[in-house]
């Protein structure tokens, strides 16, 4: 996932937007809402014209106080402080940031956006539909985002409220039982292919994927 904190928080949600677009999962918010979202689901951070933070320097310390990731920079003017940031960037096309972010991540060893598999699963963007032991899955492209967040927060289930706000986008947020429809459907299809859920429900936490590993258990 990509953290992508902008003053304007209608431009972050856009940014975000585009991202989705892309298959990859990304959340928009304000800076004093991002210190709190921020946790180590997330693969980067991209901070959307830096220069108008009030304290750009504290405020990038503090984000680095709670996780190991990159930091971005998107900016057309020159970035004050630029050595706070792993990349700048000037283009503000999102195929291009996410191209840049991916080629830093891989080369510093961070983990790759756009990269999600888990215990035989690969639901990545660069597929042409994700996978399950190389046997397709015939998810829709929500599906997928619904997946590729039960991917990144395994093992720790996530409620309905959390994938709403993280799997679909913000100007299309629908009912959150619609949610358990999802998981419903979704299970349907992979017991077409495996006799088995794909999903399970934890009483009072959320939904998180059925692995081998908790099969056993």
Known sequence: M???IDRSKKDAVKMAEMLYYMGVLAYGTEPKEA???IS????AVVIINPNN???TVNYIHKIRSYVSIPIFALSKDRVNSDFLFDGIFSNTYASSVLNHIIDHCIKKGY???GIYRLAGFDASINLNTTVYMDKALPFTKTENMILRILIRSYPNPVNAKYILRHAFRTSRIPDISNIRTHISIMNKKFRNISNRNLIEPIFG???RILTPEFMKN
């Not at 180590?40 to 693969?43: K, Q, S, V, W």
């Open 205 to 207: 936490q959320g939904y």
């Open 2 to 4: 990509i953290l992508i």
């Open 40 to 43: 180590n689901i997330y693969h």
């Open 35 to 37: 210190l709190s979202e």
């Open 53 to 55: 933070l009030p304290d």
């Open 111 to 113: 983990y790759t956006p």
